[in-house]
């Protein structure tokens, strides 16, 4: 009988968020150079070469908060129903925001995607809080992050609500 090592699970709840993440990817690079180039865009937007560093900073910060819940709470329990559930709502609601946004060119949607992703993360986060509050605090960025990002989705889709 084979045991799973002990770092294992810390290591795989890390890399979860990335495989959405990884997967949306391909349709970012297809579309950042044809229709997103495009689009009118506000002076404080970030580069291009920020998102992904960033992003890949926060899929690792809130992968490893739910690590340390999962093993605060002594894995998938009832007790862990609630805050891992929000915490996987939350990383479809995320992973689901690339394709509608790049991929169907749905600016409204996206902007409908974003602001719900930003309110299941600010609940996991609540609901960390008080079971791990490192964990909740490795949240943090990743809602400031959603705030950015919400508010640039918002200005992209109100300056260029007629293109496709």
Known sequence: ???VPAWAPAVGFTLLPHAGGFLGSSITKREIPTWYKTLQK???CPPN??????????????GYGSYLVWK???GFNEESVVPLGLYAGNLALNWAWTPIFFGAHKMGWGLVTILLTT??????TASWYNIN??????MVPYLAWLSLASALNYRIWKDNRNKR
């Open 119 to 124: 309110g299941t993360a600010a609940a996991t």
């Open 72 to 74: 605060e709470l002594g």
């Open 49 to 62: 070469w920020v998102f992904a560093p960033v992003w890949g900073t926060l899929y690792t910060s809130m």
């Open 133 to 138: 509050k490192t964990a909740a605090y490795l």
């Open 1 to 3: 009988m084979e045991v």
């Open 42 to 44: 506000p002076s404080w």
